[in-house]
């Protein structure tokens, strides 16, 4: 199953100790997460400009990617439609699950509403765990 990550949901992921790490993969088979190219972006200006820890976790991500990448867990995806470059990051990602009907990965609480709503399913993380969101009846699985 290929899922698209945001900023916010990689920065945790890379941090945080995922307690159920394995849900995804028992659940849907081999898990890839998707990287869109603004996100790289977001994370080296975060690396950059940020305060030192959270530059120091955004550094971390951009490593693990690398790393990640290299072994096939994480896959690079460009943007090809030139009028997405002047959409915000949210929208894009979100266009690219709807697009590849693949899940959203992220934390941020908005974005989490609007992809349901537009019928995107979601994986966001709650006390350290992979939570599994249906856009079609919004109901949660936990492991």
Do not use: W
């Not at 934390?107 to 969101?133: E, F, H, P, Q, V």
Request: hydrophobic share 40%; glycine share 2%.
């Amino acid at each position: 199953m290929d899922v698209i990550c945001d900023t916010s949901f990689l920065m945790v992921l890379c941090y945080e100790p995922i307690k159920n790490m394995d849900f995804l993969e028992s659940k849907f088979g081999k898990t890839t997460f998707l990287i869109h190219t603004a996100i790289i972006k977001e994370l080296t200006q975060i690396k950059r400009t940020g305060k030192i820890k959270r530059s120091k976790i955004a550094n971390l991500a951009l490593e693990i990617i690398k790393k990640e990448t290299e072994n096939k867990n994480f896959q690079y995806i460009k943007d090809n439609d030139s009028q997405n470059l002047l959409r915000p990051v949210d929208s894009q990602l979100l266009a690219h699950a709807l697009q590849k009907k693949c899940p959203l990965a992220t934390i941020d609480k908005i974005l989490i509403k609007r992809a349901l709503r537009k019928g995107s399913d979601i994986i966001t993380l709650k006390n350290n765990k992979i939570i599994y969101l249906h856009s079609n009846n919004n109901r949660a699985e936990q492991i």
